[in-house]
Nanobody
């Protein structure tokens, strides 16, 4: 049974930084692409970033490009999202997700999801 557990969320002022982690179990982690998504209050879940199974390829939403960095440590079965220069519009519940194969941006392409971690950015 695949389990994804996010951590590292919290409250921060605009311009600050947070690092999210997602620990995976129940899967051969190094064979899965990993993604980060977020769901702002009252809105649909949206793509943030994704990384291929060996970390050679990454993809970012335009809204976070240059501010967020996705990375992974296959020895620790963990994927990270470093978020810098945070803005109030980054406020959302952040989810990690896993899928075998290539990185994709659609939520329906991901098999497994974590429970999410809240990120709140105040102005």
């Amino acid at each position: 049974q695949v389990q994804l557990v996010e951590s590292g969320g919290g409250s921060v002022q605009a311009g600050g930084s947070l690092r999210l982690s997602c620990a995976a179990s129940g899967l051969t982690f190094s064979r899965y692409s990993m993604g980060w998504f977020r769901q702002p209050p009252g809105l649909e879940r949206e793509f943030v970033a994704a990384i291929s199974w060996r970390g050679a390829a990454t993809d970012y939403a335009d809204s976070v490009k240059g501010r967020f960095t996705i990375s992974r440590d296959n020895a620790k079965n963990t994927v990270y999202l470093q978020m810098n220069s945070l803005k109030p519009e980054d406020t959302a519940v952040y989810y990690c997700a896993a899928r075998p194969g290539w990185t994709l941006r659609r939520t329906q392409d991901y098999d497994s999801w974590g429970q999410g971690t809240q990120v709140t950015v105040s102005s």
